[in-house]
């Protein structure tokens, strides 16, 4: 898989979130995404940002434009060092909730998304990437 | 404070939502709206959220949570202009927003806040605050 372009952002804050949707849209636009997919990916960003703020105490994003076979993707790296996650299938499923919201954020993302992998131990912070695939 | 604008024409509110809204952002616009409900004595809302590119779990949220307190305060809600593509995302998101009526435009908006209104009534008003009394 070749990397075309990268860029980290931070995620510490509630206006970090909004300007990561803003950054995902505008590489997502760049990358001739349909308008259909560009929402997909930005709502995911969003959920996953927010994610990062809320559970992970802050933390960074990296963008990255890939291409395997010919075939160009938006690759979003989502990096925290809060307190983890014990139980990751508990957490996938929607409704399940520790922040008080609705549990859509990371079964969403996941639906949202092609490819969806995520690591977490208790204590050592949460990894989680997504592509969306043109 | 950065506050979304809500506008007042006769017995409704109405808020076009126009910025990327952070959390507190559609924070202060649920607490302003149900304050503005009972200050202003409004029997409907209407959320114009055509600018709006996206609407996640926390604006999908926050828009459900507006029109069911604005039902216990005896106001409808209608949310008007989701566009096509927010509305696919919104669903495989796994959010229905089930309890929000929404229409197409501002107009049906408009006109489905007014029915409401008329059926409460006991179907007495035609057309626009005919009940003042």
Sequence with gaps: MALLRTE?????SQDDVVQVRQAVRAWAVELGFSLVEQTKIVTAASELARNAVVHGGGGSVELESVET?????????FVDHG??????????????????????GLGGAKRLSNDFEIRSQPGAGTWVRIVRWK | MERIPILKMGEFLLVSIQVDMHDRLAMTLQDDLTAQIVKRRARGVLIDISSLEIVDSFIGRTLANIAAM?????????????????????VELGMSLSGVRTALDVERGMAM???????GNGGAAGGDGAATH
């Design chain 1, 8 to 12: 980290k952002l931070p995620v510490q």
């Design chain 1, 69 to 77: 076979a010919g075939r160009r993707g938006l690759r979003l790296t």
């Design chain 1, 83 to 104: 307190p983890g996650i014990a139980d990751i299938e508990q957490a996938m499923k929607d409704g399940y909730t520790t922040g008080g919201g609705l549990g859509l």
């Design chain 2, 70 to 90: 604005s039902r216990i305060l005896d106001a409808e809600t209608v949310v008007v202009g989701m566009r096509p593509a927010v509305a696919i995302t919104l």
């Design chain 2, 113 to 119: 806040l007014r029915a409401s209104l008329a059926a």
